[in-house]
């Protein structure tokens, strides 16, 4: 006969283990998973919150620019090109400069001229040698004058509140001994121009 | 008296029957297991109390990643991306901007007497250099090579390249019965070596009074301009800054016959 204390005491020895192997061992896998998730999610609250103190730094920067520097900035690289402005501008510095303004066109607009200046489709993005996609506006003036007048005039556009980039220059000896230069000359913004094709469609 | 040792009258007490001791055993089995038995439920209380407490942890840990992306503006990102995308394109424009005057002043250093150019093409390559297509005319074979000589030991211009030569018979002509030699050259000039300066000197020819007075322009900025001198001609020779040395270029010359 099986005394009542050994069955006893077998069965809180296998209940125990039953408990332990049911219980509180998956409970304590469990218990470790979370603690990894807590881990994770300090991480990236700090990652975040490095973020966010950035970005705050960043906008107090911008804010203490001052008004004329971000003026200038935007002068120098507008959103947007206000050709009949750029062709007008073009059209005082070759007067400044000494030269004989003859035709400015832009590759926007179609203007019948008598000389036979190449008109350029432009708008097209570009990248400067550092990968960033700049938008063009392409510009084609024809001067007369002499060569320090037209050494002149290139020298004022390169001294330009807004870059004035010469790409091409032609120059040819006319009758009378004048030189006839055609410049196209090329400006940037910083957005694409606005597309009017389907307007209103 | 044989019966005086039974007639004490003291009573004999019953000889006491020896006592069993019983002891009672303690088995290490039993206090194995109850103690077993009692940890296991201490530790069953105690793992579902402590699951509970990091199951609100993790809920706590939530909601602070959650106020703080919520902390996050988008519209600040954007204006701060787009400004320095801005910013970004104008310096690299600046980093690029090239002084022209720079290669008309190699072109003019590296021009002999002899030679005049005609016509005068210049390309830009990007941002790597300027490509100077150019027609010069010489008067016989010896200045023709010095010319080349001269342009390619300027050291401005990096790469020269006869592509056409052509001898022309100007006897007809005014020069009395000499030969001509017209070269069809191609220039390199690298922009490293016609950077833009703001600081360079300006050399800048004086304007008439007319364009002086012209209308003024909201963009141009530090222009020659307002001096009020008058210039006799589109020839004129001011702001030349060649040297007399022997092969510098005529620009008299070159002003008054080409370029």
Redesign the interface.
């Known amino acids: 006969m099986i005394p009542k204390?050994?069955f006893?005491?077998?069965l809180?020895?296998i209940?125990?283990v039953a408990?332990?192997f049911t219980?509180?061992k998956p409970?304590?896998t469990?218990?470790g998973e979370?603690?990894d998730?807590?881990v994770r999610?300090?991480a990236?609250?700090g990652k975040?919150?490095e973020?966010?103190a950035e970005?705050a730094r960043?906008?107090a920067l911008?804010e203490n620019i001052s008004a004329s520097d971000n003026r200038k900035?935007l002068?120098?690289?507008p959103d947007h090109v206000d050709e009949m402005?750029v062709m007008?501008?073009l059209h005082?510095?070759s007067?400044?400069?000494?030269t004989i303004f003859v035709d400015v066109t832009s590759g926007d607009l179609e203007k019948p001229t008598t000389r036979s200046s190449r008109q350029r489709t432009t708008e097209t993005p570009a990248e400067?040698?550092?990968g960033?996609k700049?938008y063009q506006h392409t510009f084609v003036l024809t001067v007369d004058?002499?060569?320090?007048?037209i050494?002149?005039l290139?020298?004022?556009l390169?001294?330009?509140?807004?870059?004035l980039?010469?790409?091409?220059?032609?120059?040819?000896?006319n009758e009378g001994?004048?030189?006839s230069a055609e410049l196209h000359i090329v400006t940037?913004s910083?957005l694409p121009p606005v597309e009017t094709e389907n307007l209103y469609e | 008296m044989d019966g005086s040792s039974n007639s004490s009258f003291i009573p004999k007490r019953n000889p006491s029957r020896p006592q069993r001791v019983v002891a009672k055993q303690v088995?290490l089995?039993?206090v194995i297991?109850?103690v077993?038995?009692v940890?296991?439920?201490v530790?069953?209380v105690g793992?579902?109390f402590?699951?509970h407490y990091?199951?609100k942890?993790?809920v706590k840990?939530?909601e602070?990643?959650d106020a703080?992306?919520s902390?996050?503006?988008e519209a600040?990102?954007e204006?701060?991306r787009s400004?320095d995308?801005?910013?970004?394109?104008?310096w690299?424009?600046?980093e690029?901007?090239?002084?022209?005057?720079t290669v008309?002043k190699a072109l003019e250093e590296a021009t002999v007497r002899t030679a005049q150019i005609?016509?005068?093409?210049?390309?830009?390559m990007?941002?790597q250099g300027f490509k100077l297509t150019t027609t010069i005319e010489t008067n016989d074979f010896d200045s023709s090579l010095f010319q080349r000589e001269m342009y390619e030991q300027n050291g401005t211009i990096d790469h020269v390249e006869i592509v056409d030569l052509d001898i022309q018979d100007t006897s007809s002509e005014e020069s009395g019965g000499s030969s001509g030699i017209l070269l069809s050259a191609v220039l390199g000039v690298p922009l490293s070596a016609a950077i833009?300066s703001?600081d360079a000197p300006?050399?800048?020819?004086p304007?008439?009074n007319s364009?002086?007075e012209?209308?003024?322009?909201?963009?141009?900025?530090?222009?020659?301009?307002g001096e009020g001198e008058e210039?006799g001609?589109?020839?004129?020779?001011?702001?030349?800054d060649t040297d007399s040395s022997s092969g510098a270029p005529d620009?008299e010359a070159?002003?008054?016959?080409?370029?």
Request: a negative charge; zero cysteines.
């Open positions: 204390g050994l006893t005491q077998l809180l020895i209940v125990s408990i332990v219980y509180i409970t304590f469990s218990i979370t603690q998730k807590i999610y300090q990236e609250r975040v919150q973020v966010n970005l960043q906008v911008l900035l002068t120098y690289m402005a007008r501008d005082t510095i007067n400044n400069a000494g400067d040698s550092d960033k700049l004058g002499s060569y320090n007048q050494k002149n290139v020298s004022t390169e001294r330009n509140e807004y870059p980039e010469v790409k091409k220059l032609d120059i040819i000896t001994g004048f030189l940037y910083h | 088995y089995f039993t297991s109850y077993v038995f940890a296991t439920l530790s069953a793992v579902f402590y699951e990091i199951d942890q993790v840990e939530v602070a990643l703080e992306i902390r996050f503006n600040d990102m204006k701060v400004f995308l801005r910013l970004e394109k104008a690299s424009r600046l690029h901007s090239v002084s022209l005057a008309f005609k016509t005068l093409t210049l390309e830009r990007g941002d833009y703001p300006v050399e800048s020819v304007l008439t364009a002086a012209s209308s003024e322009t909201a963009s141009s900025s530090e222009a020659g301009t210039v001609s589109a020839d004129s020779e001011a702001a030349s620009t070159i002003n008054e016959t080409g370029l």
